[in-house]
């Protein structure tokens, strides 16, 4: 958890805020990320606001879409709420998690092989169980991939959709990380479950290499054939999410570095900190 900063809000609707989940300079973020905890003191939520330059009123849509979902892999959320004359918020439950590119930095640069095929396997089961519904992603990034101790959750649900609306491109506008969004969505098209597959393709490229575009031969061999089927500029050419599941899939949670590891206690100790400094509600008593 890292400490907030002059511009950040105190509070995200009733909840106070204990800090931020990251740095929020990555790009390609639509939402800034704090860590907050309930007006009665019994709660710690991961509460989320839309970041400057993305459109409130399209991001607060995507937030309520979300908060009727029950995908298994998504980030949940709860309760949603502002508007008016206050930003929009959505806000869930906390777990300790680390956003892709910090999990990166943690470890000193591209994650090993073993995690970023578990990574992939559990990104692929995630969008395929949305696909199977109906859902696309359509926010799929680096920053909006936060680790956990369980496995990947997935947040930035809709920013693509959030960015614009189908007809208006979409290139180089605040929220979206241009290495992940596919060129049909860039071009103002639909989001639709290839798009989601384009930026998995990426996605998994980033933890490998440290980059999402990266060259061909830079990728592992394990990756260079999945990677390169999944950012083919056509559509029709990618995968589908549940192609890319392996079989069988991996046992147990996901494996984790042990810098990562221990990155994930540190923010969980500070949040501890911070939570026994939170006064109690008044009670009248």
Excluded at 105 to 126: C, E, I, K, S, Y
Aim: glycine share 12%; proline share 14%; net charge negative.
């Amino acid at each position: 958890m890292d400490a907030t900063r002059l511009d950040d809000p105190r509070r995200t609707g009733p909840h106070t805020v204990l800090g931020r989940l990251d740095d929020q300079n990555e790009h390609g973020s639509a939402e800034r990320r704090f860590i907050v905890r309930s007006p009665d003191g019994d709660r710690t939520l991961l509460a989320r606001l839309p970041r400057p330059g993305v459109d409130p009123t399209r991001w607060a849509i995507e937030a309520e879409g979300a908060r009727r979902l029950s995908v298994p892999g998504f980030l949940p959320v709860g309760e949603v709420g502002g508007g008016g004359a206050e930003l929009p918020w959505c806000a869930g439950p906390y777990v300790p998690a680390l956003p892709l590119p910090d999990a990166l930095r943690a470890h000193g640069g591209p994650l090993p092989d073993p995690v970023v095929r578990a990574l992939g396997a559990a990104l692929a089961r995630t969008l395929a169980t949305a696909h199977a519904q109906g859902v696309p992603h359509a926010g799929l990034s680096p920053a909006a991939v936060l680790l956990t101790a369980d496995g990947p959750l997935l947040s930035g649900f809709g920013a693509v959709r959030a960015a614009a609306p189908d007809g208006e491109p979409r290139s180089g506008l605040p929220g979206l990380d241009s290495g992940c969004l596919a060129p049909e969505q860039a071009a103002g098209g639909r989001p639709r479950p290839p798009g989601d597959v384009y930026a998995l393709g990426a996605v998994l490229a980033y933890a490998a290499t440290g980059h999402t575009v990266p060259e061909r031969a830079e990728l592992p061999s394990f990756l260079r054939e999945p990677v390169t089927a999944c950012l083919s500029r056509d559509p029709e050419r990618r995968p589908q999410a549940h192609q890319l599941v392996p079989h069988p899939e991996p046992a147990g949670p996901m494996p984790l570095p042990a810098p990562v590891v221990v990155a994930l206690a540190h923010q969980s100790a500070r949040v501890l900190a911070a939570e026994l400094h939170f006064p109690a509600p008044w009670t009248g008593h």
